[in-house]
């Protein structure tokens, strides 16, 4: 079984929301120790925006099925996976910009989606998807990235989605260390849920 964990924090080891991720990720690896854990840190991937030349070159690799090119290695590994755990701080209202990147470079005609009567139908393997956040404000209900990434993982073929989240951690009234000690709770539960969307026949 192979897991694709995609490191979307841009402040690396000092994010709390990679914490978090990794504390789910922790066990889940006790859990299924066979587990193959591939990482997507996109702090140091040098992903590149599509714009109009590269979208063209992608087009391109999408027609002659190149899936080893640096515009479409991304989505293979994606393809590939049994499931996906995506970490990302809760940003103006959605994510960082480099998670957008990496689902522009995901994004792979004939190899993650193909289009059958003008829609798009998901070719992706993998079974299950979580997506961990954190804020310091309070998400007041607005999480658009989490549906915004819903919305992707199951288009390209991930049926269950679940979103992981610990909010307001700054604010004057907080006590953060219990509410992400709360969250690090449900996070072994979204790590129980996902084993199980691994292991079931």
């Known amino acids: 079984m192979e897991l694709l964990f995609v490191d979307a924090c841009p402040r690396g080891e000092d994010s709390r929301t990679l914490a978090l991720a990794r504390h789910m990720l922790d066990r889940l690896t006790r859990a299924l120790p066979d587990l193959c854990v591939t990482t997507h840190c996109l702090r140091e991937m040098g992903l590149r925006d599509v714009n109009a030349e590269r979208l063209a070159e992608k087009e391109a690799l999408c027609d002659r099925q190149v899936w080893d090119a ?5 989505g293979a590994d994606f393809r590939r996976a049994d499931a ?6 809760y940003w103006d ?11 522009e470079n995901i994004w792979v005609r004939n190899l993650t989606f193909v289009y059958q009567d003008n829609k798009p139908v998901g070719l992706a393997r993998g079974r299950a998807a979580v997506y961990v956040t954190t804020s310091g404000s309070s998400m007041r209900g607005h999480d658009w990235g989490a549906l915004y990434i819903e919305d992707v993982m199951k288009t390209l073929g991930i049926p269950d989605f679940l979103a992981l989240r610990a909010e307001a951690l700054d604010l004057d009234s907080s006590d953060p260390e219990a509410i992400l000690a709360e969250a690090r709770v449900r996070a072994d539960k979204a790590a129980a849920w996902l084993r199980g969307r691994l292991v079931e026949e």
């Open 70 to 74: 640096p515009l479409t290695r991304t």
């Open 84 to 89: 996906v755990l995506i970490a990302a701080p």
């Open 93 to 103: 209202l959605s994510f960082p910009s480099v998670l957008k990147t990496w689902v």
